[in-house]
């Protein structure tokens, strides 16, 4: 089955730093591009970031509302996408899902996450 | 960047009607529309995508048209477990921004 587990959400202080990891199974992970969506609470879906396979040398793309601050990366080794957010805003609080993309259209998510809920809030 | 507008921004029809939600872009995007479902406290899912093509295991009922800068999502006939907010995602390039959302509920 494939499987799709976030982990590392909570609740931090505006300007901290946080790591959200999503541990994946099920499917060969390095042949998929990986996105991070999130979701502020009662509002409409936002994507975040995407990594590419290594076919594509893991190039990574972000909005322009995290480029900067968040940093995704990804271990095919251990199948695990991860996404380094720093200098957080209360404005990042949100339910933030990983995705497995089509291979061949990245951010056109096909498996979410259950998603994991950041808190940013002093 | 491309701006995703979607109406109605909620409706409410009756089981078995059929029911249209219409997104629109402010640029062309050739066909790289997706349509994603989600329904109370779930995941999004995803419907339709490259405009019309379902994705593997949803209802035929669902369709999807359009072309460049207006897309329609159909619902043939509404059942109860369709009630659900939906997005259209544009994703030819960054950002790969989504509609606000229509929310669809039975009368």
């Known amino acids: 089955e494939v499987q799709l587990v976030e982990s590392g959400g909570g609740l931090v202080q505006p300007g901290r730093s946080l790591r959200l990891s999503c541990a994946a199974s099920?499917?060969?992970?390095?042949?998929?591009?990986m996105s991070w969506f999130r979701q502020a609470p009662g509002k409409g879906l936002e994507w975040v970031a995407v990594?590419?396979?290594?076919?594509?040398?893991?190039?990574?793309e972000y909005a322009a509302s995290v480029k900067g601050r968040f940093t995704i990366s990804r271990d095919d080794s251990e199948s695990i996408a991860y996404l380094q957010m720093n200098s957080l805003k209360t404005e990042d609080t949100a339910v933030y899902y990983c995705?497995?993309?089509?291979?061949?259209?990245?951010?056109?998510?096909?498996?979410w996450g259950r998603g994991t809920l950041v808190t940013v809030s002093s | 960047d491309i701006q995703m507008t979607q109406s109605p921004s909620s409706l409410s029809a009756s089981v078995g009607d059929r029911v249209t939600i219409t997104c629109r872009a402010s640029?062309?995007?050739?066909?790289?529309l997706a349509w994603y479902q989600q329904t109370p406290g779930t995941v999004p899912k995803l419907l339709i995508y490259?405009?019309?093509t379902l994705q593997s295991g949803v209802p035929s009922r669902f369709s999807g048209s359009g072309s460049g800068t207006d897309f329609t999502l159909t619902i043939s006939s509404l059942q109860p477990e369709d009630v659900a907010t939906y997005y259209c995602?544009?994703?030819?390039?960054?950002?790969?921004?989504f509609g606000p959302g229509t929310k669809v509920d039975i009368k």
């Open positions: 995705t497995r993309d089509f291979p061949q259209f990245v951010s056109l998510a096909e498996v």
């Open positions: 099920g499917f060969t992970f390095g042949d998929y591009p």
């Open positions: 990594i590419r396979s290594k076919v594509y040398e893991g190039a990574t």
């Open positions: 640029q062309g995007i050739a066909n790289y």
């Open positions: 490259a405009t019309s």
């Open positions: 995602q544009r994703f030819n390039s960054v950002p790969f921004t």
